[in-house]
C-alpha cells in the first residue's frame, strides 16, 4: 500500500521554464511534508518542507503547494537550470517521525 | 556546520556475513534515523533512536538492529547476511524529527 506517489517517473523541461513536480498521499496522519533532491549513490538532499498549517512554502526558485482536501503536493521550480537535473523525491511524515518516500520522479532540464 | 557523515562508504561482503555501518550527525541532532534504499522498494525506513532510545522501527526483520550511543553517533548492524540486503544505507539525523539531514550513504554489496 503507497502511502505517498509520485505517478510521474520523469519529466523533461526546457531551462528557464517551470518544472512542476506533484505528489499525492493516502494517511491523513502525514502532517510535514519534504522535497529531496537525489543524484544516484549518494545521500538526498533536503530542498523544502511545508507543514500541515500552512499551503505555500516558498524558498529562492523552489515552491511548495499543499492542497490538504486532495491529499496533494507540488513542488515548482522557477526558472529551471540544468543543474536542477536530478531524482526529486516527496516524503511525509506525521507523528511517528519516520518518513514515508514517493517512487520519485527523475527530472531532466535541456539547455 | 559539518553534514551528517558515514562510514564505511562502500562495503562486500559474503552471504551469512553481519556488518555493521556508522553514522555521525549533525553536531546538536539528536535524532538519527535509518534508511535502506533498493530499485525495487525504494527508500524504507528502518529505525529511528533518540537520546539512545529507539522510538520507532519499519517492517524489517530482527536481522536489523541499532543503537545509539550518548554523542548521538549510531550504528547499525545486520547479521547473516542475505542477497537481497545489498543496497544504500542512508543514515539521517534531525533536531525536530521532522527535517531530516541525510548523509551519503553506504553501499553495501552482498555475495
Known amino acids: 500500500d503507497q502511502q505517498v506517489k509520485q505517478n510521474s517517473p520523469s519529466l523533461s523541461v526546457q531551462e528557464g521554464r517551470i518544472s512542476i513536480l506533484n505528489c499525492d498521499y493516502t494517511?491523513?496522519?502525514?502532517?510535514?511534508f519534504l522535497w529531496y533532491k537525489k543524484y544516484p549513490a549518494e545521500g538526498p538532499t533536503f530542498l523544502i518542507s511545508?507543514?500541515?498549517?500552512?499551503d505555500k512554502n516558498e524558498d529562492g526558485r523552489f515552491t511548495v503547494f499543499l492542497n490538504k482536501s486532495a491529499k496533494h503536493l507540488s513542488l515548482h521550480i522557477v526558472p529551471s537550470q540544468p543543474g536542477d537535473s536530478a531524482v526529486y523525491f516527496c516524503a511525509a511524515t506525521g507523528s511517528a517521525r519516520q518518513l514515508t518516500f514517493g517512487s520519485g520522479t527523475q527530472l531532466t532540464v535541456l539547455p | 556546520k559539518a553534514g551528517v557523515t558515514q562510514t564505511p562508504r562502500y562495503l562486500i561482503k559474503t552471504r551469512g556475513q553481519q556488518v555493521t555501518l556508522s553514522c555521525s550527525p549533525i553536531?546538536?541532532?539528536?535524532?538519527v534515523s535509518w534508511y535502506q534504499q533498493t530499485p525495487g522498494q525504494g527508500l524504507q525506513f528502518l529505525f529511528e533512536y533518540f537520546s539512545e532510545t529507539q522510538r520507532n522501527k519499519g517492517n524489517f526483520p530482527g536481522r536489523f538492529s541499532g543503537r545509539q550511543f550518548s554523542n548521538s553517533r549510531s550504528e547499525m548492524n545486520v547479521s547473516t547476511l542475505e542477497l537481497g540486503d545489498s543496497a544504500l544505507y542512508l543514515c539521517?539525523?534531525?533536531?525536530?524529527?521532522?527535517?531530516?539531514?541525510f548523509g551519503p550513504g553506504t553501499r553495501l554489496t552482498v555475495t
Open positions: 494517511n491523513s496522519m502525514f502532517d510535514y
Open positions: 511545508i507543514s500541515s498549517i500552512k
Open positions: 539521517a539525523s534531525s533536531a525536530t524529527g521532522s527535517e531530516q539531514y
Open positions: 553536531s546538536g541532532h539528536r535524532s
